[in-house]
């Protein structure tokens, strides 16, 4: 059974970078035809998709996001990484990590640390 645990600093200045790590055990990464996501939720609203990578490196970017957050991986550590450049504390949220067959529709999920953007 797939695991994924994201790892990442819980407390971000404003207008630094946030890198956040998913390490996925019990299943490559470049397996056919999986996506592999990252998703968050501000308090009090909905879950917000914000990219993925695929099985064969391709990378998918919600448009509202898609400038400030490239996703990249390492097939040799099984693991994918967000990078989400400048954050005001509206990025303050709850960063998943996932997986699924299909865009937006995920299977697996990592437990979500919270993040929060604050001087």
């Known amino acids: 059974q797939v695991q994924l645990q994201e790892s990442g600093p819980g407390l971000v200045k404003p207008s630094q970078t946030l890198s956040l790590t998913c390490t996925v055990s019990g299943g490559s990464i470049t397996t056919n035809y999986y996506f592999w996501s990252w998703i968050r939720q501000p308090p009090g609203k909905g879950l917000e998709w914000m990219g993925a990578i695929a099985y064969s490196g391709s990378t998918y970017y919600s448009p509202s996001l898609k400038s400030r957050t490239p996703i990249s991986r390492d097939t040799s550590k099984n693991q994918f990484t967000l990078q989400l450049s400048s954050v005001p504390p509206a990025d303050t949220a709850v960063y998943y990590c996932?997986?699924?067959?299909?865009?937006?529709?995920?299977?697996?999920w990592g437990q979500g640390p919270q993040v929060t953007v604050s001087s």
């Open positions: 996932a997986r699924g067959h299909v865009l937006g529709s995920n299977d697996s």
